[in-house]
């Protein structure tokens, strides 16, 4: 009698916390079939009520700061007044975001013209370009989770994120001591207030975090561009491309105006300040409903809808999103597997989503916002297969910060051999002489700088 063939084992999939993950197996059609038809059905009269509502918020928070900050008493208590206004108005005005947002995708009512209005209207107001960023914006909600196609917090590859941040003469199986390949905690800090503050507008302008499109630069990745050879842009969708722009061009001008009548301090802090709100609360929500430890990303051959929709986790910011946010933080898997629910029915949608997603329903809800959101971007630092599941086209979230209780990334060079320590010291000396690198040597820890005694780089 023949021995029995042992079938192959499949390979293993481990998160960066050495969880194991399963693929998911779920269809659309199971996930559609298990939402009540009714949330489907937008609501004109109840999309535009929340609209009405949330200008009402923005008018009445100008209103009460202009009458009454100028009548306390100190500078002291008029600063914090100002503060307190400039963070609340900074939530109506994400709410606002959001709401374009809706539009953007249908999810607002069942009337193109009138999405189209909306949401036109209301992102201008904060300079952004409608139709650019609802086309863009669609072809990642294609492809979400696919590294070859998606176009918004593409994660780095090993071999991306350490020529970025090593050079690029660094090879990808050397391995930093931990004190110097992680970010002391004020750069880290420095560099997430920059990211927050202006990563949207850079989004937009430069396509940061986006494709790569094979290195296309310059006007061809910017969203305002309209011109046949854009990255983005079908030559059909070059006119909704021009109305956008110049819908951002007269809310400029709005703006300008505003500053010569009322005074241009005064448009800064009840305009300007908030909009730098909305850009910290658009990338900050963004960031973190695609990025965690327990996330999967996969390559085109192994991506499907459903895994890619899946690979996005909920979160929870209480009050503030739930009621301002539109419950977008609360939410986001379901919207990301039928992305026209309106948001006043997604929670519902959200229980009935998770019956058949099972353990694959990604949730946390214990985190603090800020405090994923710093750990994070600490940790997270690229994507690749687990060893001994290459070729599988799952990739997890890695870094090379070698911590204790994390998966850690493949082929790592031993330390302690002496011709690789040698060399491994030739290699920092010469990455540290380079002026390219220059924002590497800023990173390196002062502790570590003065252990001259200890092997920087290990070559494998």
């Known amino acids: 009698m023949a021995p029995a063939t042992m079938a192959p084992k499949e390979p293993k ?33 109840r999309s535009m009520a929340y609209v009405v509502r949330d200008y009402f918020y923005l008018s009445t ?47 607002f009512s069942k009337h193109k013209k009138l999405n189209y209005t909306m949401g036109l209207i209301m992102h201008s107001f904060l300079l952004v370009p409608f139709h650019s960023w609802r086309i863009s914006h669609s072809q990642h909600h294609k492809a979400t989770g696919n590294i070859d196609k998606d176009t918004a917090f593409v994660p780095h590859t090993r071999e991306s994120w350490v020529k970025t941040n090593c050079g690029k003469n ?9 004190e110097l390949a992680e970010d002391s905690p004020i750069v880290a800090l420095w560099h997430d207030i920059v990211h927050q503050l202006f990563g949207w507008p850079g989004y937009l302008l430069c396509n940061l975090t986006g494709q790569k499109y094979q290195g296309q630069k310059g006007l061809k990745i910017m969203h305002f561009y309209f011109g046949e ?31 010569q009548i009322f005074g241009s301090w005064n448009v800064i802090v009840l305009w300007g300040v908030p909009w730098l709100w909305v850009n910290n609360w658009i990338v900050a929500i963004t960031f973190l409903q695609h990025t965690d430890a327990s996330m999967p990303h996969y390559d085109n051959k192994t991506w499907t809808f ?31 597997l039928v992305s026209t629910i309106p948001f006043y029915h997604a929670g519902e949608a959200s229980i009935h989503i998770k019956k058949v997603m099972g353990q694959h329903y990604k949730a946390d809800t214990k985190t603090g916002f800020w405090t ?23 990739y997890m979230y890695r870094n090379l910060f070698n911590r204790a209780g994390e998966t850690q990334p493949q082929k790592l060079a031993v330390e302690g051999r002496k011709d690789e320590v040698k060399e491994g010291k030739s290699s920092m000396t010469a990455a540290m002489a380079s002026s390219r690198n220059l924002d590497a040597r800023r990173r390196l820890s002062q502790s570590a700088q003065l252990r001259a005694n200890l092997p920087l780089l290990a070559d494998g």
């Open 229 to 259: 050879d854009s990255v983005f842009f079908k030559k059909s969708e070059l006119p909704l491309i021009m109305l956008s722009d110049l819908g951002v061009a007269i809310m400029i001008a709005g703006l300008v105006v505003a500053g």
């Open 372 to 394: 994923a959101f710093w750990r994070n971007q600490r940790a997270c630092k690229f994507v690749e297969e687990t060893a001994g599941a290459e070729g599988s086209g799952v």
């Open 13 to 45: 999939h481990l998160d960066l916390h050495g969880n194991e993950f399963e693929l998911p197996t779920f269809t659309m059609k199971e996930i559609h079939d298990a939402i009540p038809p009714h949330c489907f059905k937008p609501s004109v009269l």
């Open 306 to 336: 459903a895994r890619g929709a899946t690979a996005t986790i909920d979160r929870d910011l209480g009050f503030i999103d739930t009621h301002l946010f539109h419950d977008i933080i609360g939410t986001h898997v379901c919207h990301h």
């Open 170 to 178: 660094a090879k990808t199986n050397m391995i930093e001591f931990a």
């Open 61 to 107: 928070l100008i209103y009460l700061a202009v009458t009454y900050i100028p009548l306390l008493p100190n500078v002291y208590l008029r600063f914090a007044a100002w503060v307190a206004y400039t963070t609340v108005q900074g939530f109506v005005f994400t709410g606002i975001w959001i709401l374009a947002h809706e539009c953007g995708h249908g999810g």
